[in-house]
């Protein structure tokens, strides 16, 4: 299993990056696979999921903001951020848990300037 995250870099405040998550695993469409992030000095937090069947879930400081979709066919996993804050700047990574494994991508760096 591995994970790629991409998409990073800077922004305005106010202005909008999507990220992107590829991932190499047999039976994408029945993995649920979450975007988790980690801001300097602070612990690593969940933001959101795409189920593998259902509603998406996102953390309440970025719902309404963020959109969590998935490509089933390109197995990739997006996240549309929009109304960015610099409180939004940390380290993006994207994870899977299955089987009592977790794996993780290497992460991509998103920065909000104000």
């Known amino acids: 299993v591995q994970l790629q995250a991409y998409g990073g870099g800077l922004a305005q405040t106010g202005g909008s990056l999507r990220l992107s998550c590829a991932v190499s695993?047999?039976?994408?469409?029945?993995?649920?696979v979450n975007w988790f992030r980690q801001a300097a000095g602070k612990e690593r937090e969940w933001v959101a999921q795409?189920?593998?069947?259902?509603?998406?879930d996102y953390e309440l400081s970025v719902k309404g903001r963020f959109t969590i979709s998935r490509d089933n066919a390109k197995k990739i996993v997006y996240l549309q951020m929009s109304s960015l804050t610099p409180e939004d700047t940390a380290v993006y990574y994207c994870?899977?848990?299955?089987?009592?494994?977790?794996?993780w991508g290497q992460g991509t760096l998103v920065t909000v300037s104000s």
């Open positions: 695993a047999p039976n994408f469409n029945f993995l649920a």
């Open positions: 994870m899977i848990h299955r089987g009592g494994v977790t794996s």
């Open positions: 795409s189920p593998e069947r259902g509603i998406p």
